[in-house]
């Protein structure tokens, strides 16, 4: 959430707008506004907003611009906008936000500002310099009045039965959409952009237990596509993340010695693997084959007693060879992961 403060002199239809756009919201928040009039009609209607105004006397802003510097840190506030703001703004205060300060201005800059050009007098000389349009302006202040950096600025036409009134309800109503647009500009301008959780992280965070799992250098990486928060993911990309971020598996299984799918086998796996196939099912296949082999010789000798031997002998290894490969292939593969092999 980034606070941002109004400074307003008068009505306070910006001011008002502004907290209406964000602070339902939970990105930005007009948490304070000031003022340099005592009556002015934007304080009622910022407390009925809730939103805590204070009314600096002029000699203050001009006289003790750290009184207002301080009120700003208290608050945290990020960004200030000026909407209808008419009183001097210190150099201290400009600089302290240099970039941050926006100000709204009822024409198309830099026509009809500086020195004067304000509220209704803007309205009144555009018409007077038959003008066919106008609009509002959106800009940084700088220590020269209307001259800074332009943000956004919008047109109206006008028209020629506009007058001072009507031309400043159209400027008023484009001013409702600029401001806010300027405000996000500039917070998004300052905010680094976010960089996404971990999945480690998250799960840590989620189940409210420290992440332990030490980040492993970004050349020790394996790539693994097994995983949808492998190397896709967007903050692999990210500058300020490139060696932090560690997919879940990649540092689990280093963590652990687990094996997964992507790893190349150890070699003893293989030899034992190898092993354990002939002992366990080749041995005892051929064991059952050659006493297969002896019942038909044995019958054929008339040794009806030695073929039935074979037989029953054959019915056994063909037992072991079966139970023995049933065996191996469920058991070999646990036994290997918690490490036995
Ligand atoms: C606006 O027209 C703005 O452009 C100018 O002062 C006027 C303030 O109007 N700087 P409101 O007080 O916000 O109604």
Redesign the pocket.
Known sequence: MTNIAVF?S??????VNLVKTFNSGNRIHVALCLTDRENAP?IEKMNELGVETIYFPRNVWKEDPQAILDTLRQRDIKVIA????LCFLSEDIVNAYEGRIL????SLLPAFGGKGM??ANVHKAVIEAGETKSG?TVHVVTNEIDAGPIVVQREVAVLPDDTPESL?AK??EV?YLIFPEAVMKTVASMTPPAVPKSVDDAWAEALGVPNNVPPVPQKDRQPDNSTTDGPHNPTDSHPLNATAYQPYKTASRQANTAATTTEPMPPTFLVWSVIMTILCCTIPGIVAIIYSAKVSSRFYEGDMEGARRASRNAEIWIIISFVLGVITNTLYIPLSIAGLF
């Open positions: 307003a008068g009505n306070g239809s910006n001011a934007v000026l909407a209808g703001f100000n709204i201005h009822p304000h509220g509002a400043e400027v008023h001013e």
